[in-house]
């Protein structure tokens, strides 16, 4: 079974705090995603990475960064939080570019 | 521009009977489709996916329709069980296409809910 876990379940800062959310897959993934899930917006991606120390922009980097210096380890960073990144965030790996993904609990977080 | 757009936000239904979530998309390179289903406070898990080469996909309870003229894709449930209840999202992808083309495309989700 791929088993995704993320660093925290639930999460709150005060905005211009630097938030660091961790991911770890432990099924030799190649690739790793970052998500938000907004009320009626759905799942957007933020960050991804097809390989280590490698990244690519999704649809709504603003404001977010990542690193992937591990193959099992993918961080998103905001940099200044923001009460506007006030969501839940999920992040996903998959084997290859164009398998399955397979999602993490995901992290609530509250920017204050 | 929405390209996978679920446009009824909420399905309810009686359990026994059959739940059919939609799905449209307005991408011709779209080759590959998936349905995830999300419980609160948990992470998306895949359910069930399609290729375009294919127009019906069965697993269980489960049964995906894709019309491919009207970029319409379906998930049946048959029959709905109260355990079904929860957000469920269609993904889309070009995989066809390789690189980022092959990143998944989501929809909004419409929350089912099955009464016992």
């Known amino acids: 079974d791929v088993k995704v876990t993320q660093s925290s379940r639930y999460l709150v800062k005060r905005t211009g705090e630097k938030v660091f959310l961790e991911c770890v897959q432990d099924?030799?993934?190649?690739?790793m995603f970052w998500y938000r899930q907004d009320p009626g917006l759905g799942l957007r991606l933020i960050y991804f990475?097809?390989?280590?120390?490698?990244?690519e922009k999704g649809d709504i980097p603003e404001g977010y960064s990542v690193s992937r210096e591990k193959k099992e380890r993918f961080s998103l960073i905001l940099e200044s939080a923001s009460t506007n990144q006030t969501s839940m965030y999920l992040c996903?790996?998959?084997?290859?570019?164009?398998?399955?993904?397979?999602f993490g609990p995901g992290t609530r977080l509250l920017v204050l | 521009d929405q390209q996978v757009k679920q446009n009824s936000p909420s399905l309810s239904v009686q359990e026994g009977r059959i739940s059919i979530l939609n799905c449209d998309y307005t991408?011709?390179?779209?080759?590959?489709f998936l349905w995830y289903k999300k419980y609160p406070a948990e992470g998306p898990t895949f359910l069930i996916s399609?290729?375009?080469?294919?127009d019906k996909n069965e697993d269980g309870r489960f049964t995906v329709f894709l019309n491919k003229s009207a970029k319409h894709l379906s998930l049946h449930i048959v029959p709905s069980q109260p355990g079904d209840s929860a957000v469920y999202f269609c993904?889309?992808?070009?995989?066809?296409?390789?690189?980022?083309?092959?990143?998944?495309?989501f929809g909004k989700g419409t929350k089912l809910s099955v009464k016992p």
């Open positions: 996903a790996s998959s084997l290859g570019a164009l398998e399955t993904q397979y």
């Open positions: 099924m030799d993934h190649e690739n």
């Open positions: 990475s097809y390989d280590v120390k490698m990244k």
């Open positions: 991408n011709s390179m779209f080759d590959y």
């Open positions: 399609i290729s375009s080469i294919k």
């Open positions: 993904a889309a992808s070009a995989r066809g296409f390789g690189g980022s083309q092959g990143n998944l495309i």
